[in-house]
Structures are given as C-alpha cells and as structure tokens.
C-alpha cells in the first residue's frame, strides 16, 4: 500500500529566494500544503506582498529580509528558531553566458557565492533547528546545469555542481539522524527572473533563451515537484529529482519551433 500524503500542520517551512520565480511558487505551494511559511529573499516588499497575500488566503505567512551570503545576518535569522520543518535552498542563479575564454571572474565568484556558499551558510545555521523538529527536510534547488555543462555555461554550471555536491556529501554526513536532503534539479524554467539576471537585464537576449520552445516548465511546475518531495512520508527521501520541460532532452539538445 502506497502511504498517503503525510499532512505535516503547523511545521515551519524557509524558502530563501522567495520574492519572485520558483521560490514564490513554493512558498504557495508549502502554504497550501499546512506549513508555516517564513520569506527570505533580499526584496523586502516582494516578500511582504506574498506574506500579506498568503496571510489574507488564511495560510501563516512571514516575510524576513535576508542575504544569503551575509552569513553575519543568516546566523541572527537562524537564532530565532528553535525547530524548522523545511528549509528550501532555492535562492541562486545564473550571472553571464561567456565562454570560458572570455568569462568574468567576478560574475563566476559571485554565482559561486550565492549558489553554494549561500546555501551552505542557510544550512548550516538551520541544521540544529531542522534537527530538533525530529523530521526535518533539507531542499537544495540545483539545476540540471548540476549534472552536466554547456558552452557558454561553465561559470554557472561550476557552481550548481558545486550545490550538487554539497546536497549528496550533506546527506552521507547525517544519515542517522532525522533529517533527509531532497535535490531537485530542473531544466529549462521561464521565470520572470532568472534569464533577465542572467544577461544584465537585456530583455531581447532573455527571451531568446526560450524562442520557440512550446511549453517551458513554469514556476509552479517545479514548486509542484518541491512540495510533493517534502511531502512524502518522512522515511522516504527523493535523493535527486530532475525535472525538464517535454521539449529539452538534455541541457544542449532543445526542441524550438520555427516561427
Ligand atoms: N529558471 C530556470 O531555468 C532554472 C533552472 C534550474 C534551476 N534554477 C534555479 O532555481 C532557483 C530560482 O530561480 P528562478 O528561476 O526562480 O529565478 P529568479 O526569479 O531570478 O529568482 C531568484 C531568487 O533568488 C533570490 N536571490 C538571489 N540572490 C540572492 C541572495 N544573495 N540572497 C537571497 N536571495 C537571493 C532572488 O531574490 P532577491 O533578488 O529579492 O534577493 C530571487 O527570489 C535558482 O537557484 C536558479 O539557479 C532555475
């Protein structure tokens, strides 16, 4: 007999990067799932929109401003909980897509700092909490860019496989103790964020990462994938869940229509 969805009411669940893309939409989706949801990002008035907005849909719902790779302000976060459910590493993304060649060192040292250092910094300031809750769920956001390179990528691809590691070394060291980590690695996703951050904010050069593609994974897609990980029963850990829209078949092999 399958078990059913394990309904984990009034468990704390921390999305960081939740002001916009995937980590809003799983912020929606472990609201409506029954766990408090704490929003962590650093634009203050995304998050306390999306916290009013759950708030007023009857869900608990707070928004806390944060960095990631501010491990002074991570820690004085951390210290106000005594037991978390879920912690959600979401916040990240891609600076650049310039070949090696060419890359810029500050653009490969800052996606190195937010994709893994950021979300070693939220873990490890959160583990003792996540500990105590006796059924703790860790989520690391990768990338399928975690698994495997592409011309133009090697910055970004460095540092997801960077989180890839990070999940699966963190989930030897604590097997044992009632704490599992779920990584969940998408592929192409159209948020409005990530491409525009990607190219600097040249909205022409965004969009051509998804000219002619039918149907990218949205957001929700992958906030769907997430709460049904973390919802499974606590014995069972989705180790790695790789998730691409019908139309990729691998990082470089991309259906697109001709216009
Ligand atoms: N879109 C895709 O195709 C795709 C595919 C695979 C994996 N991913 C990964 O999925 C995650 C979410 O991406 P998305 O597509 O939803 O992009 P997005 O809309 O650009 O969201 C990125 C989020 O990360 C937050 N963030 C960035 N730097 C931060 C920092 N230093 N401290 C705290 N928060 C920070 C941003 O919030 P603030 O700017 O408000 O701080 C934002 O909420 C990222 O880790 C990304 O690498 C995306």
């Keep these: 007999?399958?078990?059913a969805e394990t309904p984990r009411t009034h468990g704390i669940a921390v999305v960081?990067?939740?002001?916009?893309?995937?980590?809003?939409?799983?912020?929606r989706g472990l609201a409506e799932a029954g766990y408090r949801v704490v929003l962590t990002a650093r634009r203050k008035d995304r998050i306390e929109a999306?916290?009013?907005?759950?708030?007023?849909?009857?869900?608990?719902?707070?928004?806390?401003?944060?960095?990631v790779t501010d491990r002074a302000a991570v820690d004085t976060f951390a210290s106000a909980f005594r037991t978390i459910a879920v912690l959600v590493n979401n916040a990240g993304g891609a600076l650049g897509a310039d070949p090696v060649a060419t890359g810029d060192p500050a653009d490969w040292r800052q996606m190195y700092e937010t994709n893994v250092i950021g979300t070693l910094n939220v873990t490890q300031a959160l583990l003792p909490a996540l500990t105590a809750s006796g059924d703790g769920t860790?989520?690391?956001?990768?990338?399928?860019?975690?698994h495997a390179t592409y011309e133009g990528g090697a910055g970004y691809v460095a540092a997801k496989h960077g989180a890839h590691v990070l999940a699966e070394t963190l989930r030897l060291e604590i097997?044992?103790?009632p704490v599992r980590v779920i990584e969940i690695a998408p592929g192409m996703v159209r948020t409005e964020g990530f491409a525009?951050?990607?190219f600097g904010g040249d909205a022409e050069k965004a969009a051509k990462v998804y000219a002619g593609v039918a149907e990218p994974l949205t957001a929700e897609d992958v906030a769907d994938t997430i709460t049904w990980a973390v919802t499974r029963p606590p014995h069972v850990n989705v180790d790695?869940?790789?998730?691409?829209?019908?139309?990729?078949a691998s990082n470089?092999?991309?259906?697109?229509?001709?216009?």
């Design 175 to 177: 097997v044992g103790t």
């Design 50 to 67: 999306l916290a009013a907005e759950l708030t007023e849909a009857g869900h608990s719902a707070t928004a806390y401003p944060l960095d």
């Design 240 to 248: 790695l869940l790789v998730v691409r829209p019908r139309a990729q």
């Design 252 to 259: 470089t092999k991309v259906h697109r229509e001709q216009p």
């Design 16 to 27: 960081t990067g939740a002001s916009g893309g995937i980590g809003a939409a799983t912020a």
């Design 196 to 198: 525009l951050t990607r």
């Design 1 to 3: 007999m399958p078990h």
């Design 138 to 146: 860790v989520v690391v956001v990768s990338s399928t860019a975690g």
